[in-house]
């Protein structure tokens, strides 16, 4: 992450944010009351973003806000 985030900063963002996308898929199948409702999972991932910022390894190179 380290080396292709200072060779090519635009392509590591989207590839994270493709990562991001499946942890919000994998959080709508896990969870009974986020199916369907992808706006929810994205809000519940955010507050578990902001209580474990170091919990994946792109959070805290990626998001400094929510």
């Known amino acids: 992450m380290n080396y292709f985030g200072k060779f090519n900063p635009s392509a590591m963002k989207g590839t994270l944010r493709c990562i991001e996308r499946r942890i919000v898929k994998w959080a709508m ?38």
């Open 29 to 66: 199948c896990k969870y009974k009351n986020f199916r369907g409702r992808r706006r929810r999972a994205e809000k519940w991932l955010c507050t578990v973003r902001q209580r474990e910022p170091k919990l994946f390894a792109h959070w805290s190179n990626l998001y400094s806000y929510c």
